[in-house]
């Protein structure tokens, strides 16, 4: 399996923002994908996931209502729109696979495949 995780950059408190996760080396595309963050400091957390076999999404509590996570099976991509940001937003975003979305967070270790992870900077 393999991630590319792109669209990291700085924007301002309020502002939009898309984060795309390429994935490939899955197939059938029935596997769950999660988006965790990692602030300076802070643990790796989970962010968002979504299992593309059936449309459910979780989204962690900060961040419901702000982000939205989708996934173009055409494409093989996974998306993370982030809107509304806050300052408390920035952090390296990854993109992981082979892991479990349930509608509740879980823990890094969970995932055994990971992206590069890409930089989103929010300013005040």
Known sequence: VQ?????????QAGGSLRLSCAVSGITG??????????????????VSCIDRSDGHTY??????????????????TVYLDLHSSKPEDTA????AADGPCAGREVMWSRYASWGQGTLVTVSS
């Open 3 to 11: 991630l590319q995780a792109s669209g990291g950059g700085l924007v």
């Open 92 to 95: 390296v975003y990854y993109c």
């Open 29 to 46: 595309g029935d596997d769950a994908i999660a988006w965790f963050r990692q602030a300076p400091g802070k643990v790796r957390e989970m």
């Open 59 to 76: 989204y962690t509590q900060s961040v419901k209502g702000r982000f939205d996570i989708s996934s173009d099976s055409a494409k093989n």
